[in-house]
């Protein structure tokens, strides 16, 4: 009896699906940009002459400039004077991308407190060696706007500029991928403080935050990194027991987390209407016509913990 030749599937071989083609005409207009064709600043084409140019439906011209847009390559401006605007580079894809895993529930309370500790030491280490005086400046007028706004009472004011300090600090590396993540890490942060709301004690971030500024004026780096670690171990501490509806005082592990419903993400949809046009895509082979149906997807409903 002839033995039977192995189906693809027992190799571990899957069919290979085409790319979408808005992919494929974002793709080309990120190479444009990577090349220098298309520089920050520069408006594209209306989308109907893009469209043409490439030979695609407008619908997907719309998509392919909606994804460049989350990926940070592109600004969508409505009215007159709008159209689709070259960025300069900027970290929204991974922030935007943080944000994502956050509503989808991948990220916990824990992964957090652990990514902030990691980074924050690194980026102190870094700041220590490449800080400027103007940044020391920008970091010491961020402390004294905090505690203007918590004499004042005001918490939201108190917590952005809590928040803000650390994306400074992440600058005074001078180094955009530190920039990004640091960024990226507070957005989830923002989101989780939404969520909870105000801690009743946090009475330990000023009088850390000076400390930590006269530790990073000395540029000694080891003992700014502990005493980042201190607040940060405090901070998550405070988060997880008011997440779980506990008393002050009490451990956070000393009862189930109560339920924490991390609010949803919505992402407004542009149209763009445009006028002007650059020469720079002109070279661009047109396509075959086709039309895609734009996909979109809810976002699924977080994970019922949040982090801080």
Not at 154 to 162: A, G, L, M, V
Request: proline share 7%; charged share 25%.
């Amino acid at each position: 009896m002839k033995a039977s030749s192995p189906s693809l599937s027992s190799f571990g071989i899957e069919p290979i699906n085409p790319q979408r083609i808005y992919q494929e005409v974002a793709n080309q207009l990120r190479r444009n940009i990577s090349e220098g064709k298309l520089r920050p600043g520069d408006k594209l084409p209306p989308e109907r002459n893009l469209a043409q140019m490439f030979g695609v439906s407008r619908n997907t011209m719309r998509e392919a400039l909606r994804a460049l847009e989350l990926s940070g390559l592109l600004e969508l401006k409505l009215g007159s004077a709008g159209g689709a605007f070259v960025l300069p580079g900027s970290s929204n894809a991974v922030v935007n991308g943080m944000r994502d895993l956050y509503f989808l529930g991948a990220i916990t309370p824990d992964h957090l407190t652990e990514a902030r500790l990691s980074i924050s030491a690194a980026v102190i280490r870094m700041a220590c060696e490449r800080m400027t005086e103007d940044d020391l400046v920008a970091m010491e007028q961020n402390v004294a706007e905090a505690a203007k706004a918590d004499k004042a009472g005001d918490f939201d004011e108190r917590t952005r500029h809590h928040q803000a300090f650390h994306v400074l600090l992440a600058k005074a590396t001078h180094n955009p991928i530190l920039i990004a993540t640091s960024e990226g890490i507070m957005e989830i942060t923002r989101q989780f403080v939404k969520a909870i709301g105000p801690t009743d004690d946090q009475t330990y971030t000023l009088p850390s935050r000076r400390r930590l500024l006269a530790l990073l004026r000395k540029r000694d780096a080891e003992r700014a990194v502990k005493e980042m670690a201190s607040a940060l171990t405090k901070l998550h501490q405070g988060y997880m027991v008011k997440a779980r509806g506990l008393p002050p005082g009490v451990p956070a592990n000393a009862a189930p987390a109560a339920p924490v419903q991390p609010l949803k993400a919505t992402k407004p949809v542009k149209t763009v209407k445009a006028t002007n046009a650059v020469d720079a895509v002109k070279a661009v082979k047109p396509k075959a016509p086709h039309k895609t149906a734009a996909a979109s997807a809810g976002a699924r409903p977080g994970r019922k913990s949040a982090a801080g």
